[in-house]
């Protein structure tokens, strides 16, 4: 297994929280991690956030000349009108995602997910995830029922190891103190969006 939360990992995701290009799950993890007294961490971030406070201030002030002032204005109420046509119209009956198509995003080091629906009325998730060889997820409390579906590979969770076609669930409030695979593993995740990350320091 490798520690998802280590240094250098978190290092790496400095920057890009610094610039606010984090996804809520990652944020989390990192702000957790500079809270849990990380100097090197710390001293990165706020070396990045100056350099994007001073990226903003390099820039002399100047009034858009008025034609391209009315286009974006234009084009900004343009695509206000879009998005509330697309409210009050009704969602497609089908969707089909093929294997090939989707977005896989890097939750954490060597563990990707691609998102496939999320119900906004009760935020759960369906989501494919990917978890490389030798990878870990940290240790999270449910904030509502996860069931997952292995697909391929083996996945060690709640001193269980699992392999294709096993289905595992866990109910709200629970907390998965160790979920890590030796293999490589890819499953259906079923849950809410959020987790609660518990610090085990």
């Not at 939360?5 to 606010?20: E, F, K, R, S, T």
Request: glycine content about 8%.
């Amino acid at each position: 297994m490798t520690d998802p939360g280590g240094a250098h990992d978190m290092l790496d995701l400095a920057v890009l929280y610094a610039l606010g290009a984090l996804l809520p799950p990652e944020a989390q993890i990192f702000e957790r991690h500079l809270a849990s007294g990380c100097n090197i961490c710390s001293v990165e971030i706020e070396s990045f956030e100056q350099t994007v406070q001073n990226m903003g201030l390099s820039v002399d002030e100047e009034s858009p000349p008025a034609r391209i002032r009315e286009a974006l204005l234009a084009s900004l109420h343009q695509k206000a009108e879009r998005t509330n046509e697309m409210k009050l119209e009704a969602p497609e009956p089908f969707l089909t995602v093929l294997s090939s198509e989707g977005t896989w995003r890097e939750l954490m080091n060597g563990v990707l997910v691609k998102r496939l629906f999320v119900d906004p009325d009760s935020g759960i998730a369906t989501s494919l995830v990917r978890m490389l060889p030798g990878t870990s997820l940290p240790v999270h409390k449910h904030l509502g029922v996860e069931q997952f579906f292995v697909l391929e590979g083996d996945c060690n969770v709640a001193g269980q190891r699992l392999g294709p076609g096993d289905y595992h669930r866990a109910e709200k409030g629970s907390i998965h103190e160790s979920t890590y695979t030796m293999n490589g593993t890819l499953f259906l995740l079923i849950a809410p969006e959020l987790y609660e990350l518990l610090d085990t320091h």
